[in-house]
């Protein structure tokens, strides 16, 4: 059989928040725990009743600065280690159950490392109990009196509450317990004796009680429990069939969203209580199924986040104020969430395996995904956004989610353990707490008042007191006694009978006067019941008169004291709005002070600011200044520069005519000399030929036709001057001669001589620029560097060095010689010209051989830098 196709639901419109809904921070407490030993370091400094400083203990990274630094955290208000258990539960709890008594919604949880207290902080001890057992008490003590009969209020399966009739909750109390005699032992109730494990928890002296009830309503009490286990939901409070042979693990429970869009666990058991001793009966029995574990750092530690649920339920009496009004829009549900969260934990500490280690995976995971909520809604209520908060990540957050959307108050409690060990763990938390205070949930409303007049329960009390007192005063005779009393006074009024005897039924004297006489006695008779019947009914017009004018002076009195008690809720209302305002107000005027001192810390920084300003501006204005006096004095250098420039050049130009000069006049010299020569070559020919000698121009022209093939071989045949001892230079091997690798540096500012010896390197890495790329190839490095020589011809310098490597993993060289590589142009004195136009023909073709400057082989000269091999270096990194 096909199912047929289920609809889907339709998307609900988003809930429209006014803008003028008002709202308070998250109330974040911080309980301190004790050391376990006295000799243990502790990290937790208590400044005052609202902060704490942390010291990083020894062992602890220091910041860049090499300084631990010391950081403070506030919170609403700190519990130092010598704080109990009633004082935290007068601060923290109480204000949350007088609200879910004022039909307002609340959650408390517990938040902290694993070790910190936690547990004990919402369970206790016996003799020590907790913020539950506490919240429990308080709410039994409050509505004690005014509870309804069990089953009177009853759970739907969609998280709404029904109400039965007086007849139908008797039957269903009569097959509950006729149920549970046959299968179960019946839950014990407040009369029975409590259990030791828990009787103990709250002293009658410490006991307390909620103001301002209202009287005019019955309540009823639901206790359900839940863990939250590797994200699934179970039911603590579960009857299961125990099967020793198959046994079956729990079902876990799914969430669901009722018609108000409030989150609730689906199929959970809801347990009516009606007594401080059962409520938490139910709790141990749950307690007993919760999931602990034994860990490096704690003995019984909690694998999962339990959630303990209180759902009050109440609704207004009728007009009479004796039974309960049976309308459903009446009723109003209200709950308090008790969480202990499971602790944030560290596999490496506490060397957790297998399951455990799954545990404290999804434990850690769970509460970073409630971080991330609460750092989601901090930035959309701080910066205005519109973030999806990740509610659906984990199963704690989803089942609060309407908490942080604004369904009652949120109060967290921060559990820390001042031992060293936990200083980076507990960093985090108040991380954590701090990020959380600045979290702001709307003010939950209060609820309508109901439109019957106030009081009813207790007029209906004191007529049934009333009533039952003038019925214990009355004597049980006194009716007859009135009744006879009335009867003699009537048959004294009336006429009384003749005195006679009747023997004869015919007797005509003595029936006529007891006829007539009977007559008159009728007669009276009639007349006095008429007179009755009018009297009765004149009392019965004033008495409805005056019950008409009761029931108007009781409606009046009626209106008076709602319009009264609508006044003291005005009242009320407008004292606890001048109470914000005025808390507004200090808060406001501490802001102001703090903008004040802000102000006035910035302004001192604006002063500051100005100063060096104006001091930037003065010491910009000087080297404005001074620029441009520097720039007057570049200026007049570079005038000066250019100067010198150009009396150089003038100089170097007149010099290089002269030079040009002088190589001319030597040439004209050579000629006249060749002239002679052939001059007198052609005398002695003609002298033996007897010719005439030949023009005297043509022997200039054949002179220099012929010289210049022979210029050659005079220049190859001519011997060596003979002005001195021939020079033998020093030939040694040169260092770039080897089989190592050199790096050729030649910068592309050298000018190419065109010179016969030119520096030619084999196996050589020619660059125009030295880089690391290529010394870290070779050994050696040579440097080509051309300089202008005194003479004013250009020298060659040949700097070598060796290459070597550096710490750092860079290059370097070290100058061990310098080679020189020079062109000389030496010109003959005037003295030597002249002696040599007068000397013989191949002593002065020799001269003229050796002071040929264009045909002059250029001079290597070589020296030894040896001052540089432990000074300078040229580095390349």
Same mark, same amino acid.
């Given at each position: 059989?096909?199912?047929?196709?289920?609809?889907?639901?339709?998307?609900?419109?988003?809930?429209?928040?006014?803008?003028?809904?008002?709202?308070?921070?998250?109330?974040?407490?911080?309980?301190?725990?004790?050391?376990?030993?006295?000799?243990?370091?502790?990290?937790?400094?208590?400044?005052?009743?609202?902060?704490?400083?942390?010291?990083?203990?020894?062992?602890?990274?220091?910041?860049?600065?090499?300084?631990?630094? #010391?950081?403070? =955290?506030?919170?609403?208000?700190?519990?130092?280690?010598?704080?109990?258990?009633?004082?935290?539960?007068?601060?923290?709890?109480?204000?949350?159950?007088?609200?879910?008594?004022?039909?307002?919604?609340?959650?408390?949880?517990?938040?902290?490392?694993?070790?910190?207290?936690?547990?004990?902080?919402?369970?206790?001890? &016996?003799?020590?109990?907790?913020?539950?057992?506490?919240?429990?008490?308080?709410?039994?003590?409050?509505?004690?009196?005014?509870?309804?009969?069990?089953?009177?209020?009853?759970?739907?399966?969609?998280?709404?509450?029904?109400?039965?009739? @007086?007849?139908?909750?008797?039957?269903?109390?009569?097959?509950?317990?006729?149920?549970?005699?046959?299968? *179960?032992?019946?839950?014990?109730?407040?009369?029975?004796?409590?259990?030791?494990?828990?009787?103990?928890?709250?002293?009658?002296?410490?006991?307390?009680?909620?103001?301002?009830?209202?009287?005019?309503?019955? =309540?009823?009490?639901?206790?359900?429990?839940?863990?939250?286990?590797?994200?699934?939901?179970?039911?603590?409070?579960?009857?299961?069939?125990?099967? &020793?042979?198959?046994?079956?693990?729990?079902?876990?429970?799914?969430?669901?969203?009722?018609?108000?869009?409030?989150?609730?666990?689906?199929?959970?058991?809801?347990?009516?209580?009606?007594?401080?001793?059962?409520?938490?009966?139910?709790?141990?029995?749950?307690?007993?199924?919760?999931?602990?574990?034994?860990?490096?750092?704690?003995?019984?530690?909690?694998?999962?986040?339990?959630?303990?649920?209180?759902?009050?339920?109440?609704?207004?009496?009728?007009?009479?104020?004796?039974?309960?009004?049976?309308?459903?829009?009446?009723?109003?549900?209200?709950?308090?969430?008790?969480?202990?969260?499971?602790?944030?934990?560290?596999?490496?500490?506490?060397?957790?395996?297998?399951?455990?280690?799954?545990?404290?995976?999804?434990?850690?995971?769970?509460?970073?995904?409630?971080?991330?909520?609460?750092?989601?809604?901090?930035?959309?209520?701080?910066?205005?956004?519109?973030?999806?908060?990740? =509610?659906?990540?984990?199963?704690?957050?989803?089942?609060?989610?309407?908490?942080?959307?604004?369904?009652?108050?949120?109060?967290?409690?921060?559990?820390?353990? $001042?031992?060293?060990?936990?200083?980076?763990?507990?960093?985090?938390?108040?991380?954590?707490?701090?990020?959380?205070?600045? *979290?702001?949930?709307?003010?939950?409303?209060?609820?309508?008042?109901?439109?019957?007049?106030?009081?009813?329960?207790?007029?209906?009390?004191?007529?049934?007191?009333?009533?039952?007192?003038?019925?214990? #005063?009355?004597?049980?005779?006194?009716?007859?006694?009135?009744?006879?009393?009335?009867?003699?006074?009537?048959?004294?009024?009336?006429?009384?009978?003749?005195?006679?005897?009747?023997?004869?039924?015919?007797?005509?004297?003595?029936? &006529?006067?007891?006829?007539?006489?009977?007559?008159?006695?009728?007669?009276?008779?009639?007349?006095?019941?008429?007179?009755?019947?009018?009297?009765?009914?004149?009392?019965?017009?004033?008495?409805?008169?005056?019950?008409?004018?009761?029931?108007?002076?009781?409606?009046?009195?009626?209106?008076?004291?709602?319009?009264?008690?609508?006044?003291?809720?005005?009242?009320?209302?407008?004292?606890?709005?001048?109470?914000?305002?005025?808390?507004?107000?200090?808060?406001?005027?501490?802001?102001?002070?703090?903008?004040?001192?802000?102000?006035?810390? =910035?302004?001192?920084?604006?002063?500051?600011?100005?100063?060096?300003?104006?001091?930037?501006?003065?010491?910009?204005?000087?080297?404005?200044?001074?620029?441009?006096?520097?720039?007057?004095?570049? @200026?007049?250098?570079?005038?000066?520069?250019?100067?010198?420039?150009?009396?150089?050049?003038?100089?170097?130009?007149?010099?290089?005519?002269?030079?040009? @000069?002088?190589?001319?006049?030597?040439?004209?010299?050579?000629?006249?000399?060749?002239?002679?020569?052939?001059?007198?070559?052609?005398?002695?020919?003609?002298?033996?030929?007897?010719? $005439?000698? $030949?023009?005297?121009?043509?022997?200039?022209?054949?002179?220099?036709?012929?010289?210049?093939?022979?210029?050659?071989?005079?220049?190859?045949?001519?011997?060596?001057?003979?002005?001195?001892?021939?020079?033998?230079?020093?030939?040694?091997?040169?260092?770039?001669?080897?089989?190592?690798?050199?790096?050729?540096?030649?910068?592309?500012?050298?000018?190419?001589?065109?010179?016969?010896?030119?520096?030619?390197?084999?196996?050589?890495?020619?660059?125009?620029?030295?880089? #690391?790329?290529?010394?870290?190839?070779?050994?050696?490095?040579?440097?080509?560097?051309?300089?202008?020589?005194?003479?004013?011809?250009?020298?060659?310098?040949?700097?070598?060095?060796?290459?070597?490597?550096?710490?750092?993993?860079?290059?370097?060289?070290?100058?061990?010689?310098?080679?020189?590589?020079?062109?000389?142009?030496?010109? *003959?004195?005037?003295?030597?010209?002249?002696?040599?136009?007068?000397?013989?023909?191949?002593?002065?073709?020799?001269?003229?051989?050796?002071?040929?400057?264009?045909?002059?082989? &250029?001079?290597?000269?070589?020296?030894?830098?040896?001052?540089?091999?432990?000074?300078?270096?040229?580095?390349?990194?």
């Amino acid at each position: 059989m096909q199912r047929p196709a289920k609809g889907k639901t339709p998307r609900r419109p988003p809930l429209k928040k006014t803008s003028h809904t008002q709202k308070d921070p998250v109330g974040v407490y911080c309980r301190i725990r004790p050391l376990g030993a006295t000799d243990e370091e502790c990290c937790i400094e208590m400044i005052s009743s609202t902060t704490i400083q942390l010291h990083a203990p020894d062992g602890i990274k220091a910041n860049r600065n090499g300084e631990y630094k #010391e950081t403070q =955290y506030s919170f609403k208000k700190v519990f130092g280690i010598q704080t109990s258990q009633i004082e935290l539960f007068e601060d923290v709890a109480k204000p949350l159950v007088d609200d879910l008594i004022h039909c307002k919604n609340g959650l408390l949880f517990t938040y902290g490392v694993t070790g910190s207290g936690k547990t004990f902080t919402m369970t206790g001890s &016996p003799g020590e109990g907790g913020l539950l057992p506490r919240s429990l008490d308080m709410l039994f003590n409050s509505i004690g009196p005014l509870q309804a009969k069990r089953f009177v209020f009853r759970t739907d399966d969609k998280n709404g509450m029904e109400i039965q009739g @007086q007849v139908d909750a008797l039957l269903e109390r009569q097959k509950r317990e006729s149920n549970q005699q046959s299968t *179960v032992p019946k839950t014990p109730s407040s009369k029975q004796k409590p259990d030791p494990e828990f009787a103990d928890m709250i002293s009658p002296e410490e006991a307390c009680k909620c103001e301002g009830v209202d009287e005019d309503s019955c =309540y009823s009490v639901f206790v359900s429990y839940i863990e939250i286990y590797n994200n699934y939901i179970y039911d603590l409070l579960e009857d299961t069939p125990i099967d &020793p042979i198959r046994p079956k693990p729990p079902q876990s429970k799914i969430l669901r969203e009722d018609q108000n869009h409030n989150m609730y666990v689906s199929g959970c058991t809801e347990v009516e209580v009606k007594s401080t001793e059962e409520a938490f009966e139910v709790f141990w029995r749950g307690q007993k199924k919760r999931r602990i574990a034994d860990t490096q750092l704690n003995r019984e530690s909690s694998r999962s986040h339990s959630v303990f649920i209180v759902k009050l339920a109440q609704a207004p009496l009728d007009a009479d104020g004796d039974h309960i009004l049976q309308d459903k829009n009446q009723v109003t549900v209200s709950q308090l969430c008790l969480v202990d969260l499971a602790g944030s934990e560290r596999t490496s500490r506490t060397k957790a395996e297998g399951s455990r280690l799954r545990e404290a995976g999804n434990i850690n995971q769970s509460l970073m995904t409630l971080r991330t909520c609460i750092e989601v809604l901090r930035e959309n209520q701080m910066c205005g956004t519109n973030r999806m908060v990740p =509610y659906r990540d984990s199963k704690v957050t989803h089942l609060f989610k309407n908490y942080f959307d604004g369904e009652g108050k949120v109060r967290m409690v921060v559990c820390v353990n $001042p031992k060293a060990d936990d200083y980076e763990e507990t960093m985090l938390v108040m991380r954590f707490a701090e990020l959380t205070q600045e *979290v702001e949930v709307a003010r939950p409303v209060d609820r309508p008042i109901c439109s019957l007049a106030a009081g009813r329960r207790h007029r209906n009390q004191a007529f049934r007191d009333e009533l039952s007192r003038r019925q214990e #005063e009355r004597p049980g005779g006194s009716n007859n006694t009135e009744d006879g009393s009335v009867l003699n006074q009537l048959l004294d009024s009336l006429p009384a009978l003749p005195a006679c005897e009747l023997v004869d039924p015919t007797d005509e004297q003595i029936l &006529p006067r007891l006829i007539e006489v009977l007559e008159r006695r009728h007669r009276i008779r009639q007349m006095i019941t008429e007179q009755y019947t009018r009297t009765a009914n004149t009392l019965k017009s004033m008495l409805q008169e005056f019950d008409g004018h009761l029931m108007a002076k009781e409606n009046f009195i009626h209106e008076q004291r709602g319009k009264l008690g609508e006044k003291d809720k005005i009242m009320f209302n407008q004292k606890n709005e001048m109470d914000r305002l005025e808390k507004k107000s200090k808060m406001l005027e501490y802001k102001i002070d703090i903008l004040q001192k802000t102000t006035n810390i =910035y302004e001192g920084d604006k002063r500051s600011l100005q100063q060096e300003l104006e001091s930037r501006e003065q010491r910009l204005q000087r080297e404005l200044s001074e620029r441009k006096r520097m720039e007057a004095r570049m @200026q007049g250098m570079v005038s000066d520069t250019k100067h010198q420039w150009e009396k150089e050049c003038e100089r170097r130009v007149n010099a290089k005519q002269l030079e040009m @000069q002088n190589k001319l006049w030597v040439k004209d010299e050579k000629l006249k000399q060749l002239k002679a020569i052939v001059s007198e070559s052609n005398n002695s020919a003609t002298s033996e030929q007897q010719r $005439p000698p $030949p023009p005297p121009d043509k022997p200039q022209r054949n002179s220099r036709e012929k010289d210049q093939p022979r210029a050659p071989e005079k220049r190859s045949r001519s011997p060596l001057p003979t002005t001195g001892t021939p020079i033998r230079p020093h030939h040694r091997r040169s260092h770039s001669a080897g089989g190592q690798r050199w790096v050729d540096h030649k910068p592309l500012s050298n000018l190419d001589l065109d010179t016969v010896m030119q520096p030619i390197i084999p196996n050589a890495i020619k660059v125009s620029a030295a880089s #690391e790329k290529a010394l870290s190839k070779c050994h050696k490095y040579v440097l080509t560097h051309q300089e202008l020589a005194s003479d004013g011809e250009i020298q060659t310098k040949l700097i070598k060095g060796d290459v070597f490597r550096t710490r750092g993993g860079g290059q370097a060289v070290q100058f061990t010689d310098i080679e020189t590589l020079r062109q000389e142009c030496p010109t *003959v004195s005037s003295r030597k010209r002249r002696s040599s136009g007068d000397g013989s023909g191949q002593h002065n073709g020799n001269k003229m051989d050796w002071n040929d400057r264009e045909n002059r082989a &250029p001079v290597a000269s070589t020296s030894s830098a040896l001052g540089l091999q432990n000074g300078y270096q040229k580095r390349r990194k």
